[in-house]
């Protein structure tokens, strides 16, 4: 899937030396293309990282290393990790195009559960409702209907968690691919597992492992 890029200058230059920690999703007041006009409207003061359309694109318009205007005001706030500063410097904000109460086109979910799954991998978010949250979290006065009733939560958290990092339990759980190297760090007892036969291996450790061997790190 590919990000298209439709920069607005309504944003703060960095993020005041914090870390991304979530994800804060909205639901837009208009359609394309007027929605995405206003957000790059110098008038709107608001705008969000990116825009998922209804018919499935995904639009850029404050890179993640900035500062977006999307949920800067807050109001009674159920969000547990606000931290009592702003949250726009420390989450990523996701418009979706209206098409009624926070329902999603399939291919505008399909979309956003990309670009989720995306976001999390690059920013190391946890999969759970305190790191995905909707601007009425943030926002319970102004904002009660941000992203809306239908917004697909439990499906999106369902899917992202599906996605979470796979650990290969046993030997034979391991792929062809990386069979090699494990089978040498086995026999070697670099890994050792519980005793019981497991060696309880996350996928990016293999992947890491099977780096450095083709890089010649591990002799
Ligand atoms: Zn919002």
Redesign the pocket.
């Known amino acids: 899937m590919k990000i298209e890029q439709a920069l607005s200058p309504n944003y703060t230059k960095g993020r005041k030396g914090k870390k991304i920690i979530a994800i804060v999703n ?2 837009t007041a208009g359609l394309m293309p007027g929605t995405l006009s206003w957000m790059r409207n110098p008038v709107a003061k608001a705008s969000a990282h990116y825009l998922v359309t209804r018919d499935g694109k995904v639009i850029q318009m404050v890179n993640d290393s900035d500062t977006a205007w ?2 800067g005001f807050v109001n009674r706030p159920s969000w547990k990790l606000y931290d009592g500063t702003n949250p726009n410097a420390y989450t990523l904000g996701i ?1 979706h195009e209206n098409i009624g109460g926070g329902l999603l086109t399939e291919v505008q979910y399909e979309a956003t559960l990309w670009l989720h799954k995306y976001l999390i991998d690059k920013y190391n978010i946890p999969v759970d409702r305190n790191h995905i949250i909707g ?1 009425f979290e943030i926002d319970a006065i102004n ?1 009660p209907n ?2 809306g009733s239908y917004f697909p939560w439990e499906r999106l958290i369902a899917d992202l968690k599906e996605d979470e990092e796979m650990i290969y339990k046993t030997y034979n759980d391991v792929p062809d691919w990386g069979k090699p190297i494990v089978k040498k760090l086995m026999d070697r007892k670099t890994i050792v597992g519980d005793g019981k036969g497991n060696i309880n291996l996350p996928e990016s450790t293999l992947k890491t492992l099977v780096y450095l061997e083709r890089e010649k790190v591990l002799k």
Do not use: F, L, V, Y
């Open positions: 909205h639901i999307h949920a418009e601007h904002r941000d992203p």
